[in-house]
C-alpha cells in the first residue's frame, strides 16, 4: 500500500504544473461526465458524482467547465460517448497493475497502454490475471501537523474507518467504500483538509523493490499517468523511503 500512497502523493505534486493539470482536468472531466451518465447529475443523490465534484474543486476547476461536464453525462449537451474499461499486466520487478480508463475508441486505448508497456519492461496480462489481488477501499490522506494521531484516530474510527496509519509526514486512513463518504464527513466537519481523499484500490501484498527496478516502475506509472485515455494506475509496489528520496532527488 505504501508505494502506491507515495505515487498517489507524487502525483499530486506534479499536478502543479501546467502540462500536468490540463491532464488531470482531462482525467476529472471524464469521470465526471461517466459518473453523471451513469448516476445523474444530482450531487446529492449520486455519491460517485459528488466525490468526483469534490475533486474538481480541489484541483481549482472553474465551476462552468464543471457544469459542462455534468451536462455531458446527463445529456443536455451532445458530446462522444465515454466507456469505462479496465486492463491488467505486470510491470518491473513483477509488479501487478490494474489499469483503469475511460475511452471512446477502445481499441486506440489498448494498443497505446500495450504500447506504453511495452516501451517502459511492462507487458499487458489476461483480465483478471491481477485484479483479485486488490481490494475497493477509500484512502484519505491528512498532513500529520493538522492533527493528533489520537485525536485522529477517535475521530475516523467513529466514523466507520478501518484504520489509520502514520507514513511519514500524512496520516493515511483506510474505509470501505461504504463508508468512505462518513468519514470524509466527519474529517470536513473538523476542520481538516486531506491532501488526498479518493476511492481506490489497494493491494493485498506488496512486491518490494530495489533501486533499479523502482526507478524502471516510477518511469512507467509515469508514462501511463500520460496515456490519454488513462485515468487511473494501481499497483503492488512497495518502494523504501531511502530509494524514493534517491530517485526523486
Partial sequence: MSGH???STIKHKKAATDAKRGKLFSKVIKEITVAARLGGGDI???PRLRTAVAGAKAANMQSATLQKAIKKGTGEIAGETIE???YEGYGPGGVALLIQAMTDNKNRSVSDIRACLGKNGGNMGELGCVGWMFDSKGLIAIPA???DEADLMDLVLEAGAEDISSEGDVFEIITSPA??????KAIDAKGLKPTMAELTMIP???VKLDEKHAAAMLKLMDAL???DDVQKVYANFDISNEIMESLLG
Fill in 5 to 7: 500512497s507515495k505515487w
Fill in 44 to 46: 446529492a443523490t449520486n
Fill in 84 to 86: 469505462e474499461i479496465a
Fill in 145 to 147: 501537523d493538522q492533527i
Fill in 179 to 184: 463508508d468512505f463518504e462518513a468519514v470524509s
Fill in 204 to 206: 493485498q501484498n506488496t
Fill in 225 to 227: 499517468d500520460d496515456v
